[in-house]
């Protein structure tokens, strides 16, 4: 199977504090995976949605979990997917930068399909999803209220 890879960067009129906070609590990932829902299953070892937190993705396909390995707060967060899922070897970064004005995000996702053809499926939706979610949340100043 092929090595698939999503990326987006994506610019914000927020300070980099603002989107890291958001980004960081895996219930606000909805918007950027819909139709996928996420909660927080497991508290990090330090803060509950750092290293070693794991959140539950639950989608149409199924239900997966995703495990934070790396957690920088306002630089750097990494996961991989730990439980179910029709792919492999996943791992996603977030990198982000910016001041107390604006902030960008620079997000790389790359997996495996487990399956013939899967692996091109879900990277086609995921770069669609994140790509147009990531947007709405810039165009909102990430206020859910305006979504």
């Given at each position: 199977m092929s090595q698939q890879k999503v990326y987006v960067?994506?610019?914000f009129p927020v300070s980099l504090a603002r989107l890291f906070e958001f980004l960081s609590k895996h219930e606000n990932l909805d918007v950027l995976f819909a139709p996928v829902k996420s909660k927080l299953i497991k508290n990090g070892v330090d803060s509950p949605y750092g290293v070693g937190s794991v959140r539950q993705m639950q989608s149409p396909l199924g239900s997966f979990q995703e495990t934070i390995t790396v957690s920088e707060p306002y630089k750097r967060i990494e996961y991989k997917v730990?439980?179910?899922?029709?792919?492999?070897?996943?791992?996603?970064?977030?990198?982000?930068?910016?001041?107390?004005q604006r902030s960008s995000l620079d997000y790389t996702i790359v997996f495996e399909g487990k399956f013939p053809l899967i692996?091109?499926?879900?990277?086609?939706g995921l770069q669609r999803s994140v790509?147009?979610?990531l947007a709405k949340l810039a165009a909102a100043k990430l206020d859910l209220q305006s979504m």
């Open positions: 960067n994506q610019q730990t439980q179910g899922s029709p792919i492999k070897n996943h791992h996603g970064v977030m990198v982000f930068e910016g001041d107390a692996g091109a499926m879900v990277r086609i790509s147009q979610g």
